[in-house]
């Protein structure tokens, strides 16, 4: 293993980190606030570890498979641990475990939060809590790709290890110039939306702040009311087509760019990801037509809530913790379901299961016809050994992390929806459950052991699982690579 070029770009890592704090420390001064020396010595301190660790590249500079998913995993822990910092130096979240958890929620995008009073927080600081949902949408380490020099045999190791979905493609021959591509596509659609809420009547700070979370599909607002605050059907609107829009695979866009319009349409899991919404929002619209009384305000909740749940990003502009069973019952599906893969979303990715629908109805044919030759397709692809294997590996790990952290949750003795739904939510990177972790209310209950679980719940939701595996394998730090 090549060590030497895992803390290099650590360091690399950190150093890009230590800058992109200057950007809330300029809102800070914005707005006269204390919290932005909290920004500067969170920054200096990381400018100092990458000009120690991060200036003079390796001899050996090659980084395989094994090296990609060891950085990406210590990558997104430093990432946290650093960014913490500032909620407790600036005294916005005190308790050290409190901020982690914010800030995990945050780069993972799941939006879970601790914060009972969010409109206490200074404006730097709020500004950097729904920033992180920007900068870990698309990812950590493709972030720092698109802006580094780092060469394109080490680039794509660490993509495949930090793009979400059972695989990573590259939309051109070069994994860098894939990044960019990716976060100029990225760019534009947040750039997008908050042009569109301006129209809607939101100010500049309130726009950006929910376009990074929309983007990211994230969930964090500085209302404690999160989106219903504005009681707009406007605002609602456009925050639901763009939840919709970030939880489709970013390379669909690359293809519009192209003009592909085959490629699109021909896209399996487009479809069956709009299908999903569009039957979800016809049931539910359905089931809390006696609660809003007319169909259009039925359609306006229920197409928000479900736009929200299924990209995971977490808005809310109803408490769906109060209606009827059926509703509640599809939310908590969807929060398996997720996005797209290749997208902002978590969850389970809908291109998996659509590979194991595809998988099921092989094996029933192989019942009925032994002799036949069947071969699975997605998008026109065939699927090969490799990737069923790693889905099928992928799921039973899921569930497996999933048993073990209710386990674990249930010491704290909340009753079985809040527990099992708080577990589901930061491993699929939703951010509200419901009961006690419902639209209305937060994780602070929890003890400081289950906070720390749904902290690791929410890192191998947006990672995927397999790096925190190999981190936690022995044999990764007893044997010479």
């Not at 005294?91 to 939060?113: C, K, N, Q, R, V």
């Not at 908590?332 to 998996?352: D, E, N, Q, W, Y």
């Amino acid at each position: 293993m090549n060590k030497k070029m895992i803390v290099y770009i650590l360091g690399k890592m950190m150093g890009v980190e230590g800058l992109l704090l200057l950007i809330p420390a300029l809102v800070s001064l914005i707005y006269h606030e204390k919290s932005v020396i909290s920004f500067l010595i969170v920054a200096a301190v990381l400018l100092v570890i990458y000009m120690v660790f991060g200036r003079k590249l390796p001899a050996s500079k090659q980084i395989y498979g094994k090296e990609g998913f060891v950085i990406v995993g210590l990558a997104w822990i430093l990432w946290s641990a650093f960014g913490a910092l500032p909620f407790v130096i600036s005294g916005s979240i005190p308790y050290y475990i409190d901020a982690l958890f914010e800030t995990i929620s945050g780069f993972t995008t799941t939006g879970s939060t601790i914060l009972a009073d969010i409109e206490a927080l200074p404006m730097g600081i709020s500004f950097w809590r729904s920033f992180t949902h920007w900068i870990g949408g698309m990812g950590v380490l493709v972030f720092v790709m698109m802006i580094t020099s780092l060469d394109d045999e080490n680039a794509m190791p660490l993509m495949r290890a930090e793009v979400p979905g059972p695989e990573a493609d590259k939309l051109v021959p070069k994994a860098r110039h894939t990044a960019r591509l990716l976060y100029g596509m990225y760019f534009v659609l947040t750039a997008a939306e908050v042009v569109f809420l301006l129209f809607g009547g939101m100010n500049l700070y309130d726009a950006l702040l929910h376009a990074f979370s929309t983007a990211g599909t994230g969930g964090f607002s500085n209302r404690a009311a999160s989106v219903s605050f504005y009681d707009s059907a406007y605002i609602d609107g456009v925050i639901t087509v763009f939840m919709i829009l970030f939880g489709i695979n970013f390379n669909l866009y690359f293809f519009i760019l192209l003009k592909d319009w085959k490629s699109i349409l021909k896209n399996e899991e487009l479809w069956a990801y709009l299908g999903i919404v569009g039957v979800s929002i016809a049931i539910i619209t359905g089931n809390i037509l006696k609660i809003y009384g007319t169909v259009a305000h039925a359609f306006r909740y229920a197409s928000f809530q479900v736009g929200s749940i299924i990209t995971t990003t977490g808005f809310a502009t109803a408490d769906y913790d109060q209606w009827p069973e059926l509703s509640k019952s599809i939310l908590l599906a969807l929060m398996f379901v997720g996005a797209c893969a290749g997208s902002t979303g978590g969850g389970i990715k809908v291109s998996r299961l659509l590979i194991i629908v595809k998988s099921i109805r092989r094996e029933v044919r192989k019942m009925l016809h032994p002799n036949a030759v069947t071969i699975i397709k997605v998008n026109g692809k065939k699927i090969g050994q490799d990737t069923l294997k790693n889905v099928n590996l992928y799921l039973t790990c899921y569930i497996i992390i999933m048993i073990v952290s209710i386990l674990l949750v249930s010491i704290d003795n909340f009753d079985f929806a809040t527990t099992f739904s708080g577990v589901l939510t930061t491993m699929s990177n939703v951010g509200p459950g419901i009961s006690k972790v419902g639209p209305v209310m937060n994780f602070h209950p929890f003890s400081t052991v289950s906070k720390l679980v749904f902290c690791f719940d929410m890192l191998i939701g947006r990672l995927e699982i397999f790096p925190y595996l190999l981190l936690l394998s022995p044999e990764l730090w007893r044997r010479r690579f």
